[in-house]
């Protein structure tokens, strides 16, 4: 196969659409949020990205049908406008694959005439978060009102190092198109999934862009991360004898 093969399925015409990116990354935020966009909307799926830059395997479905790895794009109609949704089992394993990835997914937003971009994502605390903040990162100066509004917090110095992967650069390559993106990032622990943080992230998309959306199903995987996070707490303060304010800091 070619470095990079798009396959197109569908080819819908789209109101005013705005491409929204949740790939894997920080307690899997971004990936949970537009997966659960996926399942609330009626979507359809119009394009698929392959690339020997994703691992070489395949996924295995209920019925034990393979799949080749890929990312795909979904649209997603809501009231207000519609949505292109990137996601995916995964991101690029060196580099260059990231800066190529991204340039056909931007290729591919240019073709449906999306007017914007919301990547999607975590920022690791290392410790538990009961109520997120939502911190943003954007391409266009113009924007931080509009988001600072809709209850995004602009942090100086943060998050740390940057926004590595598809999330940043979608910022960096878009603006070299003239293309407005966002980056909005859930705090979150850093190493567990979190349910709880992508729901915080979509409450802010929801401002922004003017659709409604359930969170039922988040939030029951919510309580489930909840539980989990207890006994490996109990886990811990058994090994270590007695409990400490340091129980649940992240290890990597």
């Known amino acids: ?17 705005v491409l929204i990116e949740g790939l894997p990354g920080v307690g899997h935020v971004g990936k949970l949020a537009a997966e659960h966009l996926l399942e609330e909307f009626e979507s359809e799926t119009v394009a698929r990205v392959y690339s020997d830059e994703f691992p070489p395997q395949v996924g295995v479905d209920d019925d034990g049908v393979t799949s080749l790895a890929c990312a795909e794009f979904h649209a997603v109609e809501t ?3 519609d ?5 995916g089992d995964h991101q690029a394993q060196s580099h260059s694959g990231h800066y190529h990835l991204t340039d056909a997914f931007l290729d591919l937003a240019a073709s449906f005439d999306v007017g914007g971009i919301y990547a999607l994502g975590g920022v690791p605390t290392g410790e538990l978060v009961e109520e997120p903040d939502v911190l943003g990162a954007v391409n266009d100066a113009d924007t931080v009102e509009e988001l600072t509004d809709a209850g995004v917090e602009f942090r100086e110095g ?18 070299r198109r003239d293309l407005s993106g966002a980056c909005l990032m859930g705090e979150t622990s850093g190493y567990l999934v979190d349910p709880t943080s992508a729901q ?9 862009l003017g659709f409604e959306v359930g ?3 988040l939030e029951e995987r919510a ?8 006994k490996i707490q109990e886990m811990q303060n058994q090994q270590q004898g007695m409990p400490t304010d340091d129980d649940l800091r992240y290890i990597g």
């Open 1 to 17: 196969m070619d470095d990079i093969e798009v396959e197109t399925l569908e080819e819908p015409t789209l109101r005013d659409p």
């Open 79 to 81: 009231d207000e406008r």
């Open 83 to 87: 949505l292109l949704v990137l996601t």
């Open 158 to 175: 943060e998050p740390a190092g940057g926004i590595v992967g598809v999330s940043g650069l979608l910022l960096g390559l878009g603006e």
């Open 200 to 208: 915080a992230v979509l409450e802010v998309l929801e401002t922004v």
């Open 215 to 217: 969170y039922d199903s």
């Open 223 to 230: 309580e489930e991360m909840k539980e989990v996070a207890e």
